[in-house]
Nanobody, 125 residues
């Protein structure tokens, strides 16, 4: 499975950005997709994830109410709508995918076997 992100860029604090990720290849191998982010000097942290089978979603606490993850099965496209951005949202955002079972752990990047190349998000104050 290949994942290709787009939509990163720069925004002012309080602004919005939309990220997208298109999955290609043997996408029957996956049932969950999501976003992780990383800033220099820190590990990767989970932002949001969605089960593609039933659209159940999971969010990192700091983005709840501000970010929305969504997915369209027809074209294997994932979005992340980010609003009320803060400088703390700055980072490289990675699209991830895998076969997920049970409770989602957004603190475990090792649970996700497919990763995109990342798209940079910069939020200035």
């Amino acid at each position: 499975v290949d994942l290709l992100e787009s939509g990163g860029g720069s925004a002012q604090a309080g602004g919005s950005l939309r990220l997208s990720c298109v999955a290609s290849g043997f996408t029957l191998m996956i049932n969950c997709m999501g976003w992780f982010r990383q800033v220099p000097g820190k590990g990767r942290e989970g932002v949001a994830l969605i089960y593609t089978s039933d659209d159940s979603t999971y969010y990192y606490d700091s983005v709840k109410g501000r970010f929305t993850i969504s997915h369209v099965n027809a074209n294997d496209t994932l979005w992340l709508d980010m609003t009320a951005l803060t400088p703390e949202d700055t980072g490289m955002y990675y699209c991830v995918a895998d076969i997920c079972v049970g409770k989602i752990d957004l603190s475990a990047p090792q649970d996700y076997g497919y990763w995109g190349q990342g798209t940079q998000v910069i939020v200035s104050s």
